[in-house]
């Protein structure tokens, strides 16, 4: 007989979640606001199955389950999305390892469900795939990536794919560059803001008043994974737009620095009169100093 084992998600992010306490979702799911979970040892490994609850003993079977499937299966996350619709999204994620033939990393499965008849939910099959993938290395040494495994990113391109977007919107793709930069991965960084990725960006959300703060954010991580010149071509686009931003300035003279130091100092000066002006002269880089008065 397998072992029962009760624990209830505090909507971590880490690849598995603690046991104990009590998680409440928040937004509910229709009148579901607690999601707890049973994990099932058995003769293949670990099985993990749920169930939502709320108030007047409501409750939802959830059909889906975490399954070993070449490891023990662990879950992410789990919460409820609130768009047009009430989704409810949980996360199984596997530990994935081929060391033969270079293969190791995660592999991410996301279930996406709405309500059907009382009582009733149903898996929506296609959201559910957009929000899987896998992340880690392929054989050859390629890299995979998976942008949507943390809970704010996923929640925000579960209401883009509602809204029918396949492509990360601006606003998606400034979260998902600051969550790589976060971790300094270069490579990610690189993957994500491809040319054809950079292109469409500036096709359906041109360089403009609401949208410089987000561009600002992949000039720099283009700048910080060594893509300096797609970069320096996005802060120029920017500054045409809001030339008087002071981290701007930083952000060019550093771009610059490796090809046109001369033009480079011209922005760090400009950078450390704009500091000066704010009263901020304490703040400014060490490195900027340094630069301006070099030979």
Same mark, same amino acid.
């Given at each position: ?24 979702? +928040? ?28 108030? +007047? ?9 975490? @399954?070993?499937?070449?490891?023990? /299966? ?10 047009? @619709? ?10 994935? !390892? ?10 991410? @499965? ?19 795939? +957009? ?59 690189? /993957? ?21 703060? /987000? ?23 920017? @500054? ?22 001369? !033009? ?5 000066? !400009? ?21 301006? +008065?070099?030979?």
């Amino acid at each position: 007989m397998g072992k029962l084992f009760l624990f209830v998600l505090f909507g971590c992010s880490a690849s598995i979640c603690a046991e104990g306490g009590s998680y409440s979702l +928040n937004p509910s799911f229709h009148d579901a606001q607690t999601v707890e979970f049973v994990s099932m040892d058995g003769e293949r490994g670990r099985t993990i199955k749920g169930r939502l609850s709320g108030k +007047n003993g409501v409750q939802y079977h959830i059909p889906d389950v975490c @399954e070993p499937e070449g490891g023990e /299966a662990a879950l992410v996350d789990a919460y409820a999305v609130k768009g047009k @619709e009430s989704y409810f999204l949980f996360t199984c994620a596997w530990n994935v !390892q081929h060391s033969g033939v270079g293969i190791e990393g995660t592999q991410y @499965e996301t279930f996406v469900y709405t309500q059907g008849n009382p009582g009733l939910i149903v898996r929506q099959a296609e959201f559910s795939r +957009n929000l899987s993938g896998y992340e880690g290395r392929l054989e050859g040494g390629v890299r995979s990536h998976f942008w949507y495994s943390k809970r704010k990113i996923a929640s925000v391109k579960m209401l883009e794919l509602e809204a029918g977007k396949s492509m990360d919107s601006i606003s998606l793709a400034s979260s998902v560059v600051r969550d790589r930069l976060s971790d300094a991965d270069v490579d990610a960084i690189k /993957a994500y803001l491809g040319g054809e990725r950079i292109q469409q960006l500036l096709v359906d959300s041109p360089v403009g008043r609401s949208t410089v703060v /987000a561009y600002n954010d992949i000039g720099y991580a283009l700048a910080f994974a060594g893509e300096e010149v797609m970069a320096y071509e996005i802060l120029k686009r920017v @500054e045409a737009v809001a030339p008087g931003r002071v981290v701007l300035k930083l952000n060019i003279a550093d771009v610059l620095w490796s090809s046109d130091k001369e !033009q480079s100092r011209v922005y760090y000066k !400009q950078y450390v009169s704009l500091m000066g002006e704010a009263g901020k002269e304490r703040l400014i880089p060490l490195r900027v100093i340094e630069r301006i +008065n070099s030979n």
